[in-house]
């Protein structure tokens, strides 16, 4: 460590510094840094750098104060370089003393050396712009400030936009300046949603896009305006919240006020979704079946409601399923997602399994693909081959940002399979305890994200025990999952079959209808 004389008195530096009267060694322990000085955070990586720096070498360059009493200085200029002396535990330091100097200048020459040296986050800077400018006086015209400032009006105005933005946004500004996070994002990426100034909810709702799928700031761009032209074509349809919700309003205040109806309903609880004419599944909004056909794996399949359907659209005399509900690529399929223009939650392949026994990685593959290239989706996979699915994300499969990953338990003896979720790496990971036809016992539901529980339908539908259900219902709460309660299927709370319309949905009187947390984050246009 660099050795500094420890005395109580303040004494002209030594060395070049000597012939300068304005240049002191001042203890360190009688300088302040100044409440006022714009940066908010000092980068920990290059404070070491140049606390290692001084350490070797010395303070080459004096820190500026001025003299607020009898041995008492506050600091004008070169704050990092005092902090990274206090992490030396140095004694003296020398410091440059200005006479007094007027509240606006002092806070001029702060601003100038932060920015000059780029040590202020994009958010400090318009804070400091306008704090300069309450200091010179409100009525001062913003062009001899931005002269004094040496900065542009264009950039001014850029500067003071962000401060518009969600807190939560300001804060990622803040953070990717100072630690440099790949979870943060810049001020480029922010200018993006200039585009949705006074919609904090859209803008809220593209920064986490931009963030889950790490987008560059050109590509937030595009992001952004794709969101506004889309609102500009569909005039009275506009925002969707990642479940096909098309919201009717008459001018962009009617549109917020609606959303906030929206959002304290999901607070409640509940989640608003329109169902769309394409299935009657009530945990998702559309399906879609790249692939045909599937066969029995477990006690679930036994009256499995897909084979019933497939005979039956066979029989119809259904090109899609000429071979009944034998296996069967659909490739024409394939791309169906990519042409649906309003965003819907999509549940791939109900009458398939995506990680079916004779199912082709490559094929799979193509179905990712599909996902990423329709990202204004949410997609829901579903398998009862937990074991495939698991090879496939091993050997290089990735899941995309827009698809949830789940397993089917019916049972006890089925359970292993959520053990084999977890490995998967998936913003959302859910289980379907569906058609439930046994006590699943004791859970482990940790890196679960929902869980999804109903009875079978159909004449030769099992009755489920409503102990079944309580039990999945109280594990859910105790370990802070989501629990979606779908139907009783045709048999009802007392296990009599009375038909799945009048068995309802309702658990001890109350309708169960929870959704992942994700939804309730995340607006889509």
Same mark, same amino acid.
């Given at each position: 460590?660099?050795? +500094?004389?420890?005395?109580?008195?303040?004494?002209?530096?030594?060395?070049?510094?000597?012939? !300068?009267?304005?240049?002191?060694?001042?203890?360190?322990?009688?300088?302040?840094?100044?409440?006022?000085?714009?940066?908010?955070?000092?980068?920990?990586?290059?404070?070491?750098?140049?606390?290692?720096?001084?350490?070797?070498?010395?303070?080459?360059?004096?820190?500026?104060?001025?003299?607020?009493?009898?041995?008492?200085?506050?600091?004008?200029?070169?704050?990092?370089?005092?902090?990274?002396?206090?992490?030396?535990?140095?004694?003296?330091?020398?410091?440059?003393?200005?006479?007094?100097?007027?509240?606006?200048?002092?806070?001029?020459?702060?601003?100038?050396?932060?920015?000059?040296?780029?040590?202020?986050?994009?958010?400090?800077?318009?804070?400091?712009?306008?704090?300069?400018?309450?200091?010179?006086?409100?009525?001062?015209?913003?062009?001899?400030?931005?002269?004094?400032?040496?900065?542009?009006?264009?950039?001014?105005?850029?500067?003071?936009?962000?401060?518009?933005?969600?807190?939560?946004?300001?804060?990622?500004?803040?953070?990717?300046?100072?630690?440099?996070?790949?979870?943060?994002?810049?001020?480029?990426?922010?200018? =993006?949603?200039?585009?949705?100034?006074?919609?904090?909810?859209?803008?809220?709702?593209?920064?986490?896009?931009?963030?889950?799928?790490?987008?560059?700031?050109?590509?937030?761009?595009?992001?952004?305006?794709?969101?506004?032209?889309?609102?500009?074509?569909?005039?009275?349809?506009?925002?969707?919240?990642?479940?096909?919700?098309?919201?009717?309003?008459? !001018?962009?205040?009617?549109?917020?006020?609606?959303?906030?109806?929206?959002?304290?309903?999901?607070?409640?609880?509940?989640?608003?979704?329109?169902?769309?004419?394409?299935?009657?599944?009530?945990?998702?909004?559309?399906?879609?079946?790249?692939?045909?056909?599937?066969?029995?794996?477990?006690?679930?399949?036994?009256?499995?409601?897909?084979?019933?359907?497939?005979?039956?659209? +066979?029989?119809?005399?259904?090109?899609?399923?000429?071979?009944?509900?034998?296996?069967?690529?659909?490739?024409?399929?394939?791309?169906?997602?990519?042409?649906?223009?309003?965003?819907?939650?999509?549940?791939?392949? !109900?009458? =398939?399994?995506?990680?079916?026994?004779?199912?082709?990685?490559?094929?799979?593959?193509?179905?990712?693909?599909?996902?990423?290239?329709?990202?204004?989706?949410?997609?829901?996979?579903?398998?009862?081959?937990?074991?495939?699915?698991?090879?496939?994300?091993?050997?290089?499969?990735?899941?995309?940002?827009?698809?949830?990953?789940?397993?089917?338990?019916?049972?006890?003896?089925?359970? !292993?399979?959520?053990?084999?979720?977890?490995?998967?790496?998936?913003?959302?990971?859910?289980?379907?305890?569906?058609?439930?036809?046994?006590?699943?016992?004791?859970?482990?539901?940790?890196?679960?994200?929902?869980?999804?529980?109903?009875?079978?339908?159909?004449?030769?539908?099992?009755?489920?025990?409503?102990?079944?259900?309580?039990?999945?219902?109280?594990?859910?709460?105790? +370990?802070?999952?989501?629990?979606?309660?779908?139907?009783?299927?045709?048999?009802?709370?007392?296990?009599?079959?009375?038909?799945?319309?009048?068995?309802?949905?309702?658990?001890?009187?109350?309708?169960?209808?929870?959704?992942?947390?994700?939804?309730?984050?995340?607006?889509?246009?």
């Amino acid at each position: 460590m660099g050795k +500094q004389r420890s005395t109580s008195e303040t004494t002209p530096a030594k060395g070049n510094n000597t012939n !300068s009267p304005n240049i002191q060694m001042i203890l360190l322990s009688q300088i302040k840094v100044d409440e006022n000085q714009p940066r908010s955070e000092f980068d920990d990586g290059k404070l070491k750098e140049l606390k290692d720096s001084i350490n070797a070498n010395g303070l080459i360059h004096p820190i500026t104060v001025k003299e607020t009493g009898t041995n008492r200085y506050k600091i004008i200029t070169g704050e990092r370089r005092y902090e990274a002396c206090k992490l030396l535990k140095l004694g003296k330091i020398p410091c440059m003393i200005r006479e007094s100097e007027d509240e606006a200048k002092i806070f001029a020459m702060q601003i100038a050396e932060n920015i000059s040296r780029e040590d202020l986050s994009p958010i400090d800077r318009a804070h400091s712009i306008l704090k300069y400018r309450k200091i010179k006086g409100e009525d001062t015209e913003w062009k001899y400030i931005e002269k004094e400032l040496g900065i542009s009006e264009t950039r001014r105005k850029q500067f003071i936009r962000l401060l518009n933005l969600p807190e939560e946004i300001q804060k990622s500004i803040v953070a990717n300046k100072q630690r440099n996070k790949k979870t943060h994002i810049t001020e480029a990426h922010a200018r =993006s949603l200039f585009i949705f100034d006074g919609d904090k909810r859209i803008q809220q709702a593209l920064y986490n896009r931009i963030v889950n799928r790490k987008l560059n700031h050109r590509e937030a761009m595009d992001e952004a305006r794709l969101f506004f032209n889309r609102t500009k074509r569909s005039a009275k349809k506009a925002i969707a919240v990642e479940v096909n919700l098309n919201i009717e309003y008459k !001018s962009r205040d009617d549109l917020i006020e609606k959303l906030r109806d929206y959002a304290n309903t999901l607070k409640n609880g509940g989640v608003v979704a329109k169902k769309s004419s394409g299935t009657k599944i009530e945990w998702t909004t559309e399906t879609w079946n790249p692939t045909t056909g599937c066969k029995w794996k477990s006690k679930g399949c036994d009256n499995c409601y897909a084979k019933k359907m497939a005979l039956r659209l +066979q029989r119809m005399g259904q090109i899609d399923y000429r071979n009944g509900f034998k296996f069967t690529y659909q490739p024409h399929r394939l791309l169906e997602p990519i042409h649906w223009k309003n965003p819907v939650m999509i549940f791939v392949n !109900s009458m =398939s399994d995506i990680f079916y026994d004779d199912m082709n990685f490559d094929y799979v593959d193509k179905i990712m693909n599909t996902i990423n290239k329709a990202p204004w989706h949410v997609y829901q996979l579903l398998t009862k081959r937990a074991d495939k699915m698991v090879d496939y994300f091993k050997n290089g499969g990735v899941l995309p940002q827009n698809a949830w990953m789940g397993v089917t338990v019916e049972n006890d003896e089925t359970k !292993s399979r959520i053990a084999k979720l977890r490995k998967v790496k998936a913003g959302v990971r859910f289980i379907s305890f569906e058609p439930l036809v046994g006590d699943v016992g004791k859970l482990n539901l940790k890196g679960i994200h929902w869980a999804i529980v109903g009875g079978e339908s159909g004449t030769q539908a099992r009755p489920m025990e409503k102990e079944w259900v309580i039990n999945i219902k109280e594990q859910c709460k105790e +370990q802070g999952v989501p629990f979606f309660f779908k139907q009783w299927g045709v048999h009802n709370e007392e296990g009599v079959k009375v038909g799945k319309e009048k068995a309802g949905s309702e658990l001890d009187g109350i309708k169960y209808k929870e959704y992942p947390e994700v939804l309730k984050n995340t607006l889509i246009v």
